[in-house]
């Protein structure tokens, strides 16, 4: 997977085609995204993530989740990401940054963890 089928994944998820945003996962991805935080968890495999993804998505009014820029460093990549989304049980746009982190293996994203600090994600990566 490259910087630009995770353009596309953010593409994707941004006009609501959840089965673009998975085409390219694992079949045994593990998703990470804000253990501790309603609505995150760790979510294993594709169909599994499919539905977290479709859920999610379902609440949003309007918005967007674009990557501003990546990090390649073999088989990880960090996307620094800018999202700015209304849901619709809100009037009031929610604004944030966070890098995702993917690791792949054959070509698929077999990991992916929401990582807040930008200098977490650097390291994680070894940049």
């Given at each position: 997977?490259?910087?630009?089928a995770l353009r596309e994944l953010y ?65 990880k990549i960090v996307a620094f990401l ?46």
């Open positions: 997977m490259s910087t630009d593409a994707a998820l941004n006009r609501g085609d959840i089965e673009a945003v998975v085409k390219d996962f694992d079949p045994e991805i593990v998703w990470i995204e804000f253990p501790d935080s309603p609505g995150g968890g760790i979510y294993r495999g594709r169909d599994v993530v499919r539905a977290h993804f479709a859920q999610a998505r379902s609440k949003w009014a309007e918005g967007s989740c674009e990557p501003e820029r990546f990090v390649v460093a073999g088989d800018k999202i700015h989304v209304r849901l619709k049980s809100e009037t009031e746009w929610r604004d944030g940054r966070h890098a995702a982190a993917y690791t792949f293996r054959n070509g698929k994203a077999v990991e992916m963890r929401i990582i807040e600090s930008e200098r977490e994600a650097l390291d994680w990566v070894n940049a």
